[in-house]
């Protein structure tokens, strides 16, 4: 596709729901990254990823949150028993090459935890 | 801790006025600098990336930076209505160049 896509736009889960955010980055983009922004706030990383491989996962919050990309190239974030404090927009970026190229990003998925 | 520190506003200019924007970044290691649009509701879009010291012009955009001071800045001119939203400066950190935000400034650009 010509940009990243992410699904669902909008997810509303009641606490202790599973939910699973999926991404679809730019064709050919290497570097996969998750985001999760809260209301007013910036961006903030959770992890990465150099095609199939985690290389990094130190921004997630808890254990509670796990992110793969099998193949190397669609990426899910899930979590689990999702609770209020979880509520925020969850975006995915792509990027190609080297360390210091732009990252694209997707719409974002919001989740509202209720 | 590594942070970007930006004015989160909001800053309020005149139609065709110039609009500056200003960050500070706390890490000397980062090599690369974006700034991002960001309307409400919508996802972050890239304006302008800067990776060496001084300017940087793309049309309206100037990006500046000062890596001694650790600053950079976004100078918006001849600014129009559609140029109000949250404006986010962010630094490529880690060793994989994930991406450092602010918190954003909002920029209101008044007919």
């Known amino acids: 596709g010509a940009g990243v896509s992410q699904s669902p736009r909008y997810k509303v889960a009641k606490r202790g729901q599973d939910v699973a955010l999926r991404c679809d980055p730019i064709?050919?983009?290497?570097?996969l990254f998750w985001y999760q922004q809260a209301l007013g706030q910036g961006p903030e990383f959770l992890t990465y990823?150099?095609?199939?491989?985690?290389?990094?996962k130190s921004g997630l919050p808890s254990d509670r949150f796990f992110a793969e990309r099998p193949e190397g190239s669609v990426s899910t974030l899930k979590i689990q028993r999702t609770q209020q404090e979880d509520s925020a927009v969850y975006l995915c970026a792509s990027r190609q090459g080297a360390i210091y190229n732009e990252q694209f990003f997707g719409p974002g998925t919001r989740l509202t935890v209720l | 801790q590594k942070e970007v520190e930006q004015n989160s506003g909001p800053l309020s200019v005149p139609e065709g006025a110039i609009a500056s924007l200003n960050c500070t970044y706390s890490d000397r290691g980062s090599q690369s600098f974006f700034w991002y649009r960001q309307y409400s509701g919508k996802s972050p879009e890239l304006i302008m990336f800067?990776?060496?010291?001084g300017d940087k012009e793309d049309g309206r955009f100037t990006a500046q930076l000062n890596k001694a001071s650790q600053y950079v800045s976004l100078l918006i001119r001849d600014s129009q209505p559609s140029d109000s939203a949250t404006y986010l400066c962010?630094?490529?950190?880690?060793?994989?160049?994930?991406?450092?935000f602010g918190k954003g400034t909002k920029l209101s650009v008044k007919p």
């Open positions: 990823f150099q095609n199939e491989a985690q290389l990094d």
């Open positions: 962010a630094a490529g950190g880690g060793s994989q160049g994930n991406l450092i």
């Open positions: 800067i990776y060496s010291n």
């Open positions: 064709s050919g983009h290497v570097s």
